[in-house]
Every structure is written in C-alpha cells, then in structure tokens.
C-alpha cells in the first residue's frame, strides 16, 4: 500500500531508512547492551525522514509529510 502511495526513488529512500534505524538498533544491543524498542526506533526514524524531507520535490514532501501524521 505505501509503495502505491509514493514513487518508486521516494519509496526506496522510506524503506532504506527504516532498515538503516533497525540496523542502529541492533548495533546498540550488541556493541553497547542498549535494548531496543520500538518508541526508540520509531524516532530516530522519523528524525531521519524529517531530514531527508529537504531534498525531496514537493509533491513528494507532502505526500510523506501526510503519511507521517496517519501513522
């Protein structure tokens, strides 16, 4: 459903970011005994996303941006 919502390029970036956070958080646990949680995760995902934000054209910004306030 959210690959029909986005572009093809804007879907990919969305989808790299969340493996990228899931990566971080993994590292965290065994290279720093950190627990991972969700809340955790889903910040610094939508940190990341918010930043990304500024390279993206317009049309996809704000479907992004509208995205983000469902979820």
């Known amino acids: 459903l959210a690959r029909l919502r986005f572009q093809k390029k804007g879907f990919l970036e969305i989808c790299f ?7 971080k958080q993994r ?3 065994i290279f720093q005994n950190i627990d991972p ?6 910040n610094s995902f939508k940190h990341e996303i918010l930043l990304h934000m500024c390279r993206m ?3 996809l ?8 306030q469902t979820l």
Do not use: E, P, T, Y
């Not at 970011?17 to 990566?23: E, G, Q």
């Not at 949680?37 to 889903?42: G, I, K, P, Q, V």
């Open 17 to 23: 970011i969340a493996c990228w956070h899931i990566s």
């Open 27 to 29: 590292n965290g646990k």
């Open 37 to 42: 949680s969700f809340d955790s995760w889903w």
């Open 57 to 59: 054209n317009d049309d």
């Open 61 to 68: 910004r704000q479907l992004v941006s509208d995205w983000l």
